[in-house]
Nanobody, 124 residues
């Protein structure tokens, strides 16, 4: 049974940092493109970042470039998203997703498996 489990969300003040993580079970994440998406209340799900199988291809949504970093920890079958200089617009539920044949890293339709999400709230 394939499962993706996110963790690391929480409440942080503007300008602060968080690292959210996605642990895979029932699949080897190194064989999949992994993406991070987020959804704020009343809004649609938007792409945040994606990482290729060998971590040679990295994609970031424009608003997070220079602030967020996606990375793999193959030994732990985990993908991290380090988020720095957070602002209130970064709030939402963060989901990770894994895709076997994904080409458009920021397209949610190209992913096969999804986690349940972790809440990130940026507020003073």
């Amino acid at each position: 049974q394939v499962q993706l489990v996110e963790s690391g969300g929480g409440l942080v003040q503007p300008g602060g940092s968080l690292r959210v993580s996605c642990v895979g079970s029932g699949l080897n994440l190194d064989h999949y493109v992994v993406g991070w998406f987020r959804q704020a209340p009343g809004k649609g799900r938007e792409a945040v970042s994606g990482i290729g199988r060998s971590a040679d291809r990295l994609y970031y949504e424009d608003s997070v470039k220079g602030r967020f970093t996606i990375s793999r920890d193959s030994a732990k079958n985990t993908v991290h998203l380090q988020m720095n200089i957070l602002n209130v617009d970064d709030s939402g539920v963060y989901y990770c997703a894994a895709g076997l044949l994904t080409r458009e890293y920021l397209n949610p339709l190209e992913y096969d498996y999804w986690g349940q999400g972790t809440q990130v709230t940026v507020s003073s």
